[in-house]
T-cell receptor, first 113, second 114 residues
Framework: DAKTTQPPSMDCAEGRAANLPCNHS???????VYWYRQIHSQGPQYIIH???NNETNEMASLIITEDRKSSTLILPHATLRDTAVYYC??????????????FGKGTSLLVTP | GAVVSQHPSWVICKSGTSVKIECRSL??????MFWYRQFPKQSLMLMAT?????????EQGVEKDKFLINHASLTLSTLTVTSAHPEDSSFYIC??????????FGPGTRLTVT
């Protein structure tokens, strides 16, 4: 799976949009971009994933650049409960579903009042 | 839907004893489950891949005789830490793979070995 690079930490004011970047310059054509988050002392939680089109769900939006070498996770209105470590993971798609997720160091997001 | 539970949520045991951690997929069947370990301020590290009805596949550096994994049914996998030592103290997390390939994570088990 392709390697990802994320900033180690970010701050965001409550109510503002949190934009979390991820670089994955070696991504292959059949690899998806997945985002998970882990609130302290809990198991990871799935947020969103995409291949090349932008995606949106009730939690977040995922913007993938046209060359697919980077992406941004957007939490449109961050709340204090969004404070967590966010992991950007690149892996082959669902047709190869036997693969575990390779967690990097992630970005520690702190949402402040 | 897609809920994964772990039991116990935390456990304290004495050095030299064994501890069993259960991972259950509550509302779906999972042919594949994964076990991860997370030390303080570090990321999750994959320990092993567990397939129902077959032997688990362990990652390099993980002792299969120390970390016994059993996946006897489509909804249950167990991890037994045998002859636990203080350095085995960690946060153990399982995930279960659904039919569509998504992974759903359990809440984790905090193991402290004294």
């Amino acid at each position: 799976d392709a390697k990802t690079t994320q900033p180690p930490s970010m701050d965001c004011a409550e109510g503002r949009a949190a934009n979390l970047p991820c670089n994955h310059s070696t991504i292959s054509g059949n690899e998806y971009v997945y985002w998970y988050r882990q609130i302290h002392s809990q198991g990871p939680q799935y947020i969103i994933h995409g291949l090349k089109n932008n995606e949106t769900n009730e939690m977040a939006s995922l913007i993938i650049t046209e060359d697919r070498k980077s992406s941004t996770l957007i939490l449109p209105h961050a709340t204090l409960r969004d404070t967590a470590v966010y992991y950007c993971i690149v892996r082959v798609g669902l047709s190869n579903s036997g693969y575990a997720l390779n967690f990097g160091k992630g970005t520690s997001l702190l949402v402040t009042p | 839907g897609a809920v994964v539970s772990q039991h116990p949520s935390w456990v304290i045991c004495k050095s030299g004893t064994s501890v069993k951690i259960e991972c259950r997929s509550l509302d779906f069947q999972a042919t594949t489950m994964f076990w991860y370990r997370q030390f303080p301020k570090q990321s999750l590290m994959l320990m092993a891949t567990s397939n129902e009805g077959s032997k688990a596949t362990y990652e390099q550096g993980v002792e299969k005789d120390k970390f016994l994994i059993n996946h006897a049914s489509l909804t249950l996998s167990t991890l037994t830490v045998t002859s636990a030592h203080p350095e085995d103290s960690s946060f153990y997390i399982c995930s279960a793979m659904g039919l569509t390939g998504e992974q759903y994570f359990g809440p984790g088990t905090r193991l402290t070995v004294t």
